[in-house]
């Protein structure tokens, strides 16, 4: 192949491109891709996140495969799932929503759920699921409206963006921080280094 290759961020979520960016990687091309996110009948927590990633990397396959320029390109699509046990919380949407969400994590585990899915230049279908357990503080009805009022929570998992107000609820989390904000940044980059895609750390960006 000549030259760099190129990659595709299959994604809508600013949160997921920076995450990126943070780690020196800037993605060539963004092709969010338009899935039905609704979880099915009884599917537990992990099946959700890594079906929907994949779902979410074939659409944008398909975008990709009729684009001249993008034909051949490493793409990269992930799906953030929180759960309280087998419980799959919404993606808050209304503030009934987010109320309901924060009232349920109150005080509790939960986890949150990312997986992680890379279709390489020869179409080969790689993914990763990761886990991280976060523990609230017991939050009162003040805190919940206060939140609510924020306006933070809207498109989030959970009904909560541990990067901003709900940060300051989280009394324990175990495993990655960056899994929560919605791309696993250790276990991405190990993906697609492993897939051959030239990852470049540190002082070496400067070239
Ligand atoms: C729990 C949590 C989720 N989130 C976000 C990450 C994801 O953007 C979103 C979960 O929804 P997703 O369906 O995973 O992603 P999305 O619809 O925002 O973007 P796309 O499908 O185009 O990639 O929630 C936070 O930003 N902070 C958090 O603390």
Redesign the pocket.
Known sequence: MLGRPKLVL????P??LALLNQAGIEPDALR??D?D?TPKRGELPRACANR?ARA?AEAALQSIQLDDDLRGSYLL??????AVGRRILP?AELIDEASQCLRLLSGRNHR?Y?AVCLVTPKEAFRQRLVETRVRFKRLSEEDISGYVGSGEWR????G????GI?GSFVVKLVGSYTN???LPLYETISLLGGEGFPIRHGWLNAG
């Open positions: 299959a994604s809508g979520s949160r997921r969010p891709a899935v996110e929907l979410k699509a992930a799906d953030t799932v929180v993606k949150v990312t498109g989030k998992a959970g909560y963006a541990v990067q709900a929560v904000v919605g």
